[in-house]
T-cell receptor, first 109, second 117 residues
Framework: QKEVEQNSGPLSVPEGAIASLNCTYSDRGSQSFFWYRQYSGKSPELIMSIYSNGDKEDGRFTAQLNKASQYVSLLIRDSQPSDSATYLCAVPSWGKLQFGAGTQVVVTP | EAGVTQFPSHSVIEKGQTVTLRCDPISGHDNLYWYRRVMGKEIKFLLHFVKESKQDESGMPNNRFLAERTGGTYSTLKVQPAELEDSGVYFC???????????????FGPGTRLTVL
C-alpha cells in the first residue's frame, strides 16, 4: 500500500464548476497535510496546508481533513482554465514530504 | 527574494556518463531537500541536508548517487555512472525550519529533467 494515494485523473471540470480532489494516507500519526499545484514543466507550488479536522478555506480553495478516515480533500470552486494543472497531495514524515501521484485537472471552457 | 534555482534545466547524457546537478536554495534556508520524479510515478524523497550535514539520505537509490552541500549553501547531486533508470525530473526544495509539526513550507525549484540514453 502506498503511503499517499490519489486518483491520477484526468479530472475534467467545466469552467465555473467545482473540482473535487481526494487523497488518502496510511500513517495514522500524520499531523499535517499539504496540497501543491504543479503546472506542466514547472515546480510544485504550495496552495493549501491543513492541520486540524474540518474545513479550511482560502479564496476559491477549500481543504477538508478527516483524520479518523485518513482522508484529505481539496475543492476548487468556480474552476477557471488557469486551474488546469496537476494537484499533488503531500504528507510530511520526519522532515520529508511523501507525495501522491497527483491528480491532473483539466478545466474546459 | 529569489526562489530555489536549479541548473541545468535539462540534461541528456549517455549511459555510463557522469552528470552533476546543482541546486541553490533560498538564502537563509538551512534545510535542503532533493526529490525525484520518474515517468509515471510520484515524486520521491532522496535526501535532506541541514546546513552542510546529511540529515536523512534514506531515499538515495544506490551508491552511484552522491550529494554534497559544502559550506551549507548550494548543493550538488552527482550521478556516476548514469543508468537508464536514472531518467526523470530531479527537484530541489528548501525550507527555513525543520518540518516537524508541518508548520514550515518547502519551496521547490523548477527541476532538472535528466534523460539517460
Amino acid at each position: 500500500q502506498k503511503e499517499v494515494e490519489q486518483n491520477s485523473g484526468p479530472l475534467s471540470v467545466p469552467e465555473g464548476a467545482i473540482a473535487s480532489l481526494n487523497c488518502t494516507y496510511s500513517d495514522r500519526g500524520s499531523q499535517s497535510f499539504f496540497w501543491y499545484r504543479q503546472y506542466s514543466g514547472k515546480s510544485p507550488e504550495l496552495i493549501m496546508s491543513i492541520y486540524s479536522n474540518g474545513d479550511k478555506e482560502d479564496g476559491r480553495f477549500t481543504a477538508q481533513l478527516n483524520k479518523a478516515s485518513q482522508y484529505v480533500s481539496l475543492l476548487i470552486r468556480d474552476s477557471q482554465p488557469s486551474d488546469s494543472a496537476t494537484y499533488l497531495c503531500a504528507v510530511p514524515s520526519w522532515g520529508k514530504l511523501q507525495f501522491g501521484a497527483g491528480t491532473q485537472v483539466v478545466v474546459t471552457p | 527574494e529569489a526562489g530555489v534555482t536549479q541548473f541545468p534545466s535539462h540534461s541528456v547524457i549517455e549511459k555510463g556518463q557522469t552528470v552533476t546537478l546543482r541546486c541553490d536554495p533560498i538564502s537563509g534556508h538551512d534545510n535542503l531537500y532533493w526529490y525525484r520524479r520518474v515517468m509515471g510515478k510520484e515524486i520521491k524523497f532522496l535526501l535532506h541536508f541541514v546546513k552542510e550535514s546529511k540529515q536523512d539520505e534514506s531515499g538515495m537509490p544506490n551508491n552511484r548517487f552522491l550529494a554534497e552541500r559544502t559550506g551549507g549553501t548550494y548543493s550538488t547531486l552527482k550521478v556516476q555512472p548514469a543508468e537508464l533508470e536514472d531518467s526523470g525530473v530531479y527537484f530541489c526544495a528548501s525550507s527555513q525550519d525543520r518540518l516537524l509539526l508541518g508548520t514550515d513550507t518547502q519551496y521547490f525549484g523548477p527541476g532538472t529533467r535528466l534523460t539517460v540514453l
